[in-house]
């Protein structure tokens, strides 16, 4: 009996895990952000409003022991204020 309980545990949890996978699936934004720009240069995303920006462009913030990326000025000052 208690084999039948473990059984049905695994397939639930199987169930649970293809749901997941599937809910996961369709909620993902079709194309994914362009990871390099056509001069080969690493792109890197504004925190503050989610902009892609090429790295040599970005304005640079140390924050916590990460550097931080951002598009401009304003996103700068605003995710500082935040935090
Ligand atoms: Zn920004």
Same mark, same amino acid.
């Given at each position: 009996?208690?084999? +039948? $309980?473990?059984?049905?545990?695994?397939?639930?949890?199987?169930?649970? %895990?293809?749901?997941?996978?599937? /809910?996961? !699936? $369709? $909620?993902?934004?079709?194309?994914?952000?362009?990871? /390099? %720009?056509? #001069?080969?240069?690493?792109?890197?995303?504004?925190?503050?409003?989610? %902009? &892609?920006?090429? #790295?040599?462009?970005?304005?640079?913030?140390?924050? /916590?022991? !990460?550097? +931080? &990326?951002? =598009?401009?000025?304003? =996103? +700068?000052?605003?995710?500082?204020? #935040?935090?």
């Amino acid at each position: 009996m208690l084999v +039948r $309980l473990l059984l049905w545990l695994i397939v639930g949890f199987l169930v649970y %895990t293809v749901f997941q996978a599937i /809910k996961q !699936a $369709l $909620l993902k934004p079709p194309a994914p952000p362009p990871e /390099k %720009t056509s #001069r080969g240069e690493e792109m890197v995303q504004d925190p503050e409003c989610g %902009t &892609y920006v090429p #790295r040599s462009d970005a304005i640079k913030l140390q924050s /916590k022991g !990460a550097t +931080r &990326y951002f =598009c401009s000025s304003e =996103c +700068r000052d605003k995710y500082q204020r #935040r935090s």
